[in-house]
């Protein structure tokens, strides 16, 4: 009776919160997919099924093809640039600096902020008005010009500006722990053997890095996928909608325009496009480990 209990009781206290958790999340990811094939506006309606009528609306307009572009674009250099720095700076701080530790913290301090508090510090500081190009301008250079915010094909590119700053150094966090994690022994040896350090990195560094770097994409275009809070509020999707993503897109369609079947529609396809990424991620891992064993 007492192994009974201590078997069963861990698995009590923990069986709320997880069916809540299910349904909280997989049951609202349920409903949405009902009301992506319903023609609810305002409110939703069930009784209104148009099957996949949302989705054909949905890409036909131009409005999805923009945030679409738009995401590919943040997508690419958030995480890419991303990565990069991250990378840069890792190996900077594994060479044994003097003051590590202070900069390291100054390094992943912008991740400790919300990307609310980042899109607003970075729409102040690129406003024409108020930011960088006004305090060239009181510097005497009156020729600086740095408009990029307020030109509808440049101000997707302000925003990949703060989201790096914000994520370089959660990129560099964890590729500093990989890096802390491999043996000196192995890079001893390859500079016993006449290995340049660059050589080194491309060579033998990164490769044993390869779980830590798909580790890093996936969280990083997770991130990506969801940037709703950074665009809304660096420039809240503007001009006009030139810096709309999906995630902004839906906002604007089930809050704004009262077209929640086309709203549920866009979310569904956010979701598609994160299931791709971590589906054959988890899978390529779980596959792993029976080998491992």
Same mark, same amino acid.
């Given at each position: 009776?007492?192994?009974?209990? !201590?078997?069963?009781l861990p698995?009590?206290?923990?069986? +709320?919160?997880?069916?809540?958790?299910?349904?909280? *999340?997989?049951?609202?990811?349920?409903?949405?997919?009902v009301?992506?094939?319903?023609?609810?506006?305002?409110? +939703?309606?069930?009784? $209104?099924?148009?099957?996949?009528a949302?989705?054909?609306?949905?890409? $036909?307009?131009?409005?999805w093809?923009?945030?679409?572009?738009?995401?590919?674009?943040?997508?690419?250099?958030?995480?890419? %640039?991303?990565?990069? /720095?991250?990378? *840069?700076?890792?190996?900077?701080?594994?060479?044994?600096v003097?003051? !590590?530790?202070?900069?390291?913290?100054?390094?992943?301090?912008?991740?400790?902020?919300?990307?609310?508090?980042?899109?607003?510090?970075?729409?102040?500081?690129?406003?024409?008005?108020?930011?960088? !190009?006004k305090?060239?301008?009181?510097l %005497?250079?009156?020729s600086f010009?740095?408009?990029?915010?307020?030109?509808?094909?440049?101000?997707?590119?302000?925003?990949?500006?703060?989201? *790096?700053?914000q994520?370089?150094?959660?990129?560099?966090?964890?590729?500093?722990a990989?890096?802390?994690? *491999?043996?000196?022994?192995?890079?001893?040896?390859?500079q016993?053997?006449?290995?340049?350090l660059?050589?080194?990195?491309?060579?033998i /560094?990164l +490769?044993i890095?390869r779980?830590?770097?798909f580790?890093?994409?996936?969280?990083?275009?997770?991130?990506?996928? &969801?940037?709703?809070?950074?665009?809304?509020?660096?420039?809240?999707?503007?001009?006009?909608?030139?810096?709309?993503?999906?995630?902004?897109?839906?906002?604007?369609?089930?809050?704004t325009? %009262?077209?929640? %079947?086309?709203?549920?529609?866009?979310?569904?396809?956010?979701?598609?496009?994160?299931?791709? /990424?971590?589906?054959?991620?988890?899978y390529?891992?779980?596959?792993? &480990? +029976?080998h491992?064993?």
């Amino acid at each position: 009776m007492k192994n009974n209990l !201590e078997t069963w009781l861990p698995k009590l206290v923990i069986a +709320p919160a997880f069916v809540l958790g299910f349904a909280f *999340i997989y049951g609202f990811m349920v409903w949405n997919g009902v009301l992506s094939v319903t023609g609810s506006r305002m409110l +939703p309606n069930y009784d $209104e099924f148009v099957g996949l009528a949302q989705y054909q609306q949905l890409f $036909e307009m131009d409005r999805w093809w923009v945030a679409l572009k738009n995401l590919g674009i943040f997508s690419v250099l958030y995480v890419g %640039g991303s990565m990069l /720095i991250g990378m *840069i700076l890792a190996i900077f701080l594994d060479q044994k600096v003097r003051g !590590e530790g202070v900069l390291r913290t100054i390094y992943l301090y912008p991740m400790a902020l919300s990307f609310i508090v980042t899109g607003t510090a970075w729409k102040w500081m690129l406003n024409p008005s108020l930011g960088l !190009e006004k305090l060239m301008h009181d510097l %005497g250079w009156s020729s600086f010009q740095f408009d990029w915010l307020v030109q509808s094909d440049t101000a997707i590119y302000c925003v990949v500006i703060a989201g *790096i700053w914000q994520s370089a150094g959660f990129a560099m966090a964890l590729f500093l722990a990989g890096l802390r994690g *491999i043996d000196d022994s192995i890079v001893k040896a390859a500079q016993l053997d006449g290995a340049s350090l660059p050589r080194i990195y491309w060579r033998i /560094i990164l +490769p044993i890095l390869r779980p830590v770097v798909f580790s890093t994409i996936l969280v990083l275009a997770h991130l990506s996928i &969801k940037s709703f809070d950074l665009v809304m509020a660096l420039t809240a999707g503007g001009p006009g909608y030139a810096t709309d993503v999906p995630a902004t897109f839906m906002y604007v369609m089930s809050f704004t325009r %009262g077209q929640i %079947g086309l709203g549920a529609a866009s979310a569904t396809m956010m979701l598609a496009t994160v299931a791709a /990424i971590v589906v054959p991620y988890l899978y390529s891992e779980l596959r792993a &480990k +029976p080998h491992e064993r």
